[in-house]
């Protein structure tokens, strides 16, 4: 039996790894500014894990796939490596979240946002690149928002609809 390939150049397969890891130092640095507990490093980390899982599952079990099917009638599904490795994301998510002293809930933002990481990682594995930039963009754009910023739009949107009340 020969060794599986994968069937992207070298160039393809560092442009994914690039972009998985630009989005972890760029979401990374910016929980970094607001002191929260997983840094830049981190980000990388999962985003690039997330983009090799993603390259491996798609392209790497072609062959054996085909193989497995020729001589087991045996079928493999890539995407089965895919939601084991967003399943373990899950459990590391749920352990940044934990309860304040003052009872309240810490770290949800952040177990989101590597969650996010993590799919990002797989779009960028994938090849998806304008969904993950896009996805990147718009994820980052509600990171570096502050609450005190969604809190306004909340209040805009309530003064909003109580003007249209009070027009009817």
């Not at 990481?117 to 930039?133: E, Q, S, Y």
């Not at 963009?137 to 009070?166: D, H, N, P, V």
Request: charged fraction near 20%; glycine fraction near 12%; hydrophobic fraction near 45%.
């Amino acid at each position: 039996m020969e060794v599986t390939r994968l069937f992207l150049s070298e160039g393809e397969i560092i442009k994914r790894l690039l972009l998985a890891a630009f989005f972890g130092i760029l979401f990374g640095l910016e929980r970094r500014r607001r002191h929260k507990p997983v840094g830049a490093r981190t980000h990388v980390l999962i985003a690039v894990a997330a983009a090799t899982i993603s390259m491996i599952s798609s392209y790497g079990f072609n062959e054996a796939s085909t193989l497995a099917v020729q001589t087991l009638n045996f079928r493999s599904d890539p995407a089965r490596l895919m939601v084991g490795m967003l399943t373990g994301i899950g459990f590391i998510g749920a352990g940044i979240i934990y309860k304040g002293p003052q009872g309240d809930i810490k770290g949800i933002t952040t177990a989101a946002e590597v969650y996010l990481m993590t799919v990002l990682g797989i779009g960028a594995g994938l090849g998806l690149l304008r969904l993950t930039i896009i996805s990147g963009l718009i994820g980052y754009a509600a990171l570096a928002c502050s609450q005190e910023t969604f809190r306004e739009i909340r209040a805009r949107m309530r003064w909003e609809r109580m003007r249209k009340r009070r027009r009817k």
